[in-house]
Protein backbone atom coordinates (compact mmCIF):
# COMPACT_ATOMS: atom_id res chain seq x y z
CA UNK A 1 0.00 0.00 0.00
CA UNK A 2 1.15 3.50 -0.77
CA UNK A 3 1.80 5.97 -3.65
CA UNK A 4 3.87 6.87 -6.59
CA UNK A 5 6.44 8.78 -5.88
CA UNK A 6 7.14 11.83 -7.91
CA UNK A 7 10.29 11.40 -8.99
CA UNK A 8 10.47 7.11 -9.33
CA UNK A 9 12.20 7.17 -12.97
CA UNK A 10 13.86 10.19 -13.42
CA UNK A 11 17.61 8.44 -13.57
CA UNK A 12 16.22 5.67 -16.04
CA UNK A 13 16.25 7.57 -19.36
CA UNK A 14 17.34 4.98 -21.22
CA UNK A 15 13.92 2.68 -20.48
CA UNK A 16 12.35 1.91 -23.63
CA UNK A 17 9.48 -0.31 -22.31
CA UNK A 18 6.95 0.53 -19.08
CA UNK A 19 4.60 -2.69 -20.12
CA UNK A 20 2.97 -3.81 -16.87
CA UNK A 21 5.50 -1.39 -14.86
CA UNK A 22 2.46 -1.07 -12.02
CA UNK A 23 0.10 -3.57 -13.61
CA UNK A 24 -2.52 -5.47 -10.84
CA UNK A 25 -0.71 -2.97 -7.98
CA UNK A 26 -4.44 -2.95 -6.55
CA UNK A 27 -2.67 -1.37 -3.04
CA UNK A 28 -1.12 1.97 -5.03
CA UNK A 29 -3.63 4.67 -3.88
CA UNK A 30 -3.43 8.45 -4.61
CA UNK A 31 -2.71 10.19 -7.79
CA UNK A 32 -0.42 9.74 -10.77
CA UNK A 33 2.48 12.16 -10.64
CA UNK A 34 2.33 14.10 -13.35
CA UNK A 35 5.97 14.19 -13.88
CA UNK A 36 6.52 10.43 -13.72
CA UNK A 37 7.56 9.92 -17.19
CA UNK A 38 9.43 13.20 -18.29
CA UNK A 39 12.89 12.01 -18.30
CA UNK A 40 11.61 8.49 -20.59
CA UNK A 41 12.28 10.15 -23.80
CA UNK A 42 13.30 6.70 -25.25
CA UNK A 43 10.36 5.50 -24.19
CA UNK A 44 8.05 3.36 -27.08
CA UNK A 45 5.48 0.99 -24.90
CA UNK A 46 2.87 1.72 -21.83
CA UNK A 47 0.88 -1.34 -22.20
CA UNK A 48 -0.27 -2.30 -19.20
CA UNK A 49 1.26 0.02 -17.34
CA UNK A 50 -1.21 0.98 -14.55
CA UNK A 51 -4.02 -2.05 -15.80
CA UNK A 52 -5.63 -3.56 -12.82
CA UNK A 53 -4.32 -0.31 -10.56
CA UNK A 54 -8.38 -0.14 -9.04
CA UNK A 55 -7.16 1.98 -6.33
CA UNK A 56 -5.62 5.10 -7.98
CA UNK A 57 -7.16 8.13 -7.90
CA UNK A 58 -7.92 10.82 -10.31
CA UNK A 59 -7.19 12.40 -12.52
CA UNK A 60 -4.78 11.71 -15.14
CA UNK A 61 -2.26 14.70 -14.97
CA UNK A 62 -2.53 16.15 -18.67
CA UNK A 63 1.24 16.18 -19.34
CA UNK A 64 1.51 12.33 -18.01
CA UNK A 65 3.18 11.74 -21.99
CA UNK A 66 4.70 15.07 -22.74
CA UNK A 67 7.91 14.12 -23.15
CA UNK A 68 7.18 10.67 -24.67
CA UNK A 69 6.98 11.29 -28.41
CA UNK A 70 8.42 7.68 -29.32
CA UNK A 71 5.07 5.95 -27.71
CA UNK A 72 3.59 3.42 -30.28
CA UNK A 73 1.53 1.20 -28.13
CA UNK A 74 -0.98 2.25 -25.26
CA UNK A 75 -2.29 -0.29 -25.27
CA UNK A 76 -4.30 -1.22 -21.80
CA UNK A 77 -2.62 1.60 -19.83
CA UNK A 78 -5.69 2.38 -17.70
CA UNK A 79 -7.13 -0.41 -18.24
CA UNK A 80 -9.65 -1.14 -14.95
CA UNK A 81 -8.48 1.68 -13.15
CA UNK A 82 -12.03 1.90 -11.67
CA UNK A 83 -11.67 5.00 -9.56
CA UNK A 84 -9.71 7.04 -11.04
CA UNK A 85 -11.64 10.10 -11.29
CA UNK A 86 -11.74 13.39 -13.37
CA UNK A 87 -11.99 14.35 -17.31
CA UNK A 88 -9.80 12.86 -19.86
CA UNK A 89 -7.34 15.45 -20.69
CA UNK A 90 -7.81 16.97 -23.82
CA UNK A 91 -3.91 16.70 -24.62
CA UNK A 92 -2.71 13.31 -23.01
CA UNK A 93 -1.96 12.14 -26.05
CA UNK A 94 -1.10 15.28 -27.95
CA UNK A 95 2.98 15.07 -28.22
CA UNK A 96 2.73 11.00 -29.35
CA UNK A 97 2.30 11.19 -32.96
CA UNK A 98 3.68 7.38 -33.35
CA UNK A 99 0.82 5.34 -31.65
CA UNK A 100 -0.81 2.75 -33.59
CA UNK A 101 -2.73 1.49 -30.86
CA UNK A 102 -5.55 2.35 -27.77
CA UNK A 103 -6.55 -1.07 -27.48
CA UNK A 104 -8.32 -1.20 -24.20
CA UNK A 105 -6.60 2.20 -22.89
CA UNK A 106 -9.59 3.20 -20.46
CA UNK A 107 -11.57 0.31 -20.05
CA UNK A 108 -13.62 -0.07 -17.25
CA UNK A 109 -12.37 3.69 -15.97
CA UNK A 110 -15.55 3.63 -14.26
CA UNK A 111 -15.18 7.01 -12.40
CA UNK A 112 -13.74 8.99 -15.45
CA UNK A 113 -16.41 11.53 -16.16
CA UNK A 114 -17.39 15.04 -18.57
CA UNK A 115 -17.05 14.75 -22.41
CA UNK A 116 -14.71 12.89 -24.23
CA UNK A 117 -12.48 15.95 -25.60
CA UNK A 118 -12.42 16.39 -28.97
CA UNK A 119 -9.41 17.07 -29.89
CA UNK A 120 -7.69 13.91 -27.91
CA UNK A 121 -6.76 11.72 -30.61
CA UNK A 122 -6.20 14.49 -32.96
CA UNK A 123 -2.47 13.70 -33.19
CA UNK A 124 -2.26 10.55 -33.63
CA UNK A 125 -2.88 10.38 -37.09
CA UNK A 126 -1.30 6.53 -37.42
CA UNK A 127 -3.09 5.14 -35.39
CA UNK A 128 -4.67 1.70 -36.18
CA UNK A 129 -6.87 0.53 -33.27
CA UNK A 130 -9.36 1.79 -30.67
CA UNK A 131 -10.99 -1.54 -29.84
CA UNK A 132 -12.78 -1.15 -26.51
CA UNK A 133 -10.84 2.09 -25.94
CA UNK A 134 -13.81 3.84 -23.68
CA UNK A 135 -15.73 0.25 -22.76
CA UNK A 136 -17.70 0.50 -19.67
CA UNK A 137 -16.61 4.53 -19.10
CA UNK A 138 -19.89 4.50 -17.58
CA UNK A 139 -19.48 7.97 -15.85
CA UNK A 140 -18.72 9.82 -19.57
CA UNK A 141 -21.15 11.83 -20.88
CA UNK A 142 -22.53 13.83 -23.16
CA UNK A 143 -22.13 13.23 -26.96
CA UNK A 144 -19.36 11.08 -28.38
CA UNK A 145 -17.44 14.05 -30.67
CA UNK A 146 -17.91 13.88 -34.27
CA UNK A 147 -14.48 15.10 -34.78
CA UNK A 148 -12.86 12.27 -32.61
CA UNK A 149 -11.30 9.98 -34.51
CA UNK A 150 -11.03 12.97 -37.49
CA UNK A 151 -7.58 12.73 -38.42
CA UNK A 152 -6.83 8.82 -37.83
CA UNK A 153 -7.35 7.35 -41.40
CA UNK A 154 -5.51 4.05 -40.60
CA UNK A 155 -7.82 2.92 -38.19
CA UNK A 156 -8.45 -0.90 -38.49
CA UNK A 157 -10.52 -1.81 -35.77
CA UNK A 158 -13.07 -0.14 -33.58
CA UNK A 159 -14.76 -2.84 -31.98
CA UNK A 160 -16.58 -2.29 -28.54
CA UNK A 161 -15.06 1.37 -28.15
CA UNK A 162 -18.14 2.99 -26.73
CA UNK A 163 -20.02 -0.70 -25.36
CA UNK A 164 -21.47 0.24 -21.68
CA UNK A 165 -20.81 3.76 -22.16
CA UNK A 166 -24.45 4.07 -20.79
CA UNK A 167 -23.76 8.50 -20.70
CA UNK A 168 -22.77 8.83 -24.09
CA UNK A 169 -25.14 9.82 -26.54
CA UNK A 170 -24.26 10.45 -30.64
Do not use: H, Q
Not at 35 to 56: E, H, I, M, P, Q
Not at 71 to 95: Q, R
Not at 123 to 143: D, H, I, P, Q, R
Amino acid sequence: TGSIPENLFVNTTAVTSFDNTFGGCSGLTGSIPENLFANNKSVTTFNYTFCDCNNLTGPIPENLFTNNSKVTDFGYTFNNCMNISGEIPEKLFYNNPEVTSFYWTFRYCKNLTGNIPENLFSKNVVAKSFGSTFENCSSLTGEIPEKLFANTPNVTRFGDTFCGCSGLSG
